[in-house]
């Protein structure tokens, strides 16, 4: 078995790249507020760790804070779990490395971000970045620690996504960049150089690969004594009726 670090990302529809954030891939108006199916699979992700109780990170969207229903879910949430910590996944869900590089303005969403989370999470916030949709470039990653972040887990090693890691579409370089400026990196695990975490849980047949390496995953700890580092999506317990649940051996 492998000790795992487990997250979840707050995304609701209205963040999906084909809905906002993205240069291309983005079509339509965004959304406001908190949407049906969010709702329905905020139930069901509670009701899930409340019979599991696991410790995990909830990487969270600064903009969500906002809405009052997704806010006041959150903090009844982090008061009933004391082992639940927060990161944050940005200001809003803009796919920074899909445009051209902004240092000023990441910086100022990052810091916005970081303040608004701290303070909202208190004791259970922790300074760690996950970039939207995963678009990380190398450039990024100065910036992420001049914010005052001290991990990042943005990174998803598999050749299959380096077109989001930045101009040379190389993760290594991205590696190196987040190493370089102080930052620990997390990639989220892989197997046979494929993805296995977030949409590949539901896309056929990256599904059946990322369950099978979930299967060996357990117990649950923090980044200091992780070997594995998986996340899937709240927004994934609206599956199945809400009745779905991450592939994990425990929980
Ligand atoms: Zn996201």
Known sequence: MQPVWLSVDSDDLRHIPSSQGHPTRSKGVGHQGTSDQMKKAMLSFRKWLDSTQVSL??????????DEIFSKWLKDLLDSHPQITVGCHGLTHRCWSA????????????????????QFAGDQWRPWFRAPAGYIAPWMAPVIAKAGFELDS??????????????WKDW???????????????????????PTCGPALSIFPLS???????????????PDEAVATVYWHILDHGRNKGTWKPPLNFG
């Open 57 to 66: 990170t909830v990487f969270v969207i600064a903009d969500q804070l906002d």
């Open 99 to 118: 445009f051209p590089p902004d240092e000023q303005g990441l910086l100022a969403a990052l810091v916005e971000a970081d303040v608004q989370l701290h």
């Open 154 to 167: 943005s990174v998803n090693p598999s050749w299959l996504t380096r077109k989001k890691a930045g101009p």
């Open 172 to 194: 290594n370089a991205v590696k190196k960049a987040l190493k370089d400026s102080g930052l620990v990196s997390m990639p989220w695990l892989t197997k046979f150089g494929l």
């Open 208 to 222: 059946l690969i990322a369950k099978s390496a979930w299967k060996k995953l357990g117990p649950a700890v923090m």
